[in-house]
């Protein structure tokens, strides 16, 4: 019978004494994030993540708190208690990033695996925002908190969410900015059209399903002609859209005067006789 980790009213730290190694240990796969082998270790020892953290005496009750940064003190009482180096426990945060990447990196998990998770498993990949597929097992992620349905979704908008997400990828490691600008531009524009307001990096980190792929599928859109495609949806909103869309643009005029322009020429060539459809 293995002995469950101490509960969180353990006696308070002693200067100069490590918490005992625990009775088991699991060893790290790569692309963990230390949350999720915090999480994996508390369970081969019967008890929570909380329980475990308060038995190595780590000021915190959240693991993912520590997937970003982990001070040397956490870093050698973790390793102490797993019978790791402390290098590997560091090797389990997110590496230095670029503020672009930073920004496409969520703080907390917004999507999983379904089938990894059931593992226990929490990998790095899951929380960029580029992220579609897992590199594990190659099945898509799924949101965390978004309860939609399968068949609600579309194959159509999955293939050009996913090719959206490939250049979302690309665009957020490029060396200058002006691809993720233009990927943004898009999702902007996206989300004005789902009246979702809030800053655009968030938008592709979204717990709601249809609104993360509409704004990946959008930046696939985008690519080719975006302002004839962004002039050619505009002309077919509500008022209500058409206000979100004008909040959305209101730093970039010239922009959405070019849309307009465009959706006017398009009308005026299309002449009374539109009634045919070519979809």
């Not at 907390?108 to 929380?127: N, V, Y």
């Not at 490691?173 to 968030?202: C, E, I, N």
């Not at 959405?256 to 299309?270: E, F, G, S």
Request: aromatic share 6%.
């Amino acid at each position: 019978m293995v002995a469950p980790c101490e509960p969180p009213s353990a006696a308070p730290e002693v200067p100069g004494v490590k918490p005992h190694p625990l009775p088991k240990t699991v060893a790290p796969l790569p692309d963990e994030l230390l949350s999720g082998w915090l999480s994996r270790l508390a369970a081969a020892n019967y008890c929570d993540d909380a329980e475990l953290l308060a038995h190595l005496r780590i000021d915190t009750a959240h693991g993912t708190a520590l997937d970003f940064n982990v001070d040397a003190a956490a870093a050698a009482k973790i390793a102490n208690a797993a019978r790791v180096n402390p290098d590997v426990v560091r090797s389990l945060t997110f590496p230095a990033m670029t503020p672009r990447e930073a920004s496409l990196t969520a703080q907390m998990p917004f999507q999983h695996c379904m089938q990894c998770a059931r593992e226990g498993l929490s990998l790095r990949h899951w929380r960029r925002a580029w992220a579609f597929d897992c590199q594990v097992c190659g099945t898509r992620l799924v949101q965390t908190l978004g309860k939609l349905r399968e068949e609600q979704i579309s194959g159509k908008l999955i293939y050009r969410a996913r090719r959206g997400a490939e250049m979302l990828e690309c665009a957020a490691r490029s060396r200058g900015p002006k691809q993720l600008r233009r990927a943004m531009r898009a999702v902007t524009f996206a989300m004005s059209l789902k009246t979702f307001r809030g800053d655009p990096s968030f938008a592709v980190q979204n717990p709601r399903s249809e609104v993360r792929l509409f704004c990946l599928a959008a930046i696939a859109a985008a690519r080719s002609h975006p302002l004839a495609k962004a002039a050619i949806v505009s002309k077919s909103i509500d008022d209500y859209a058409r206000v979100a869309l004008l909040r959305a643009f209101e730093k970039e005029p010239r922009l959405l005067a070019a849309v307009d322009h465009i959706a006017q020429r398009c009308a005026r060539n299309r002449g009374p006789m539109t009634a045919v459809s070519h979809n």
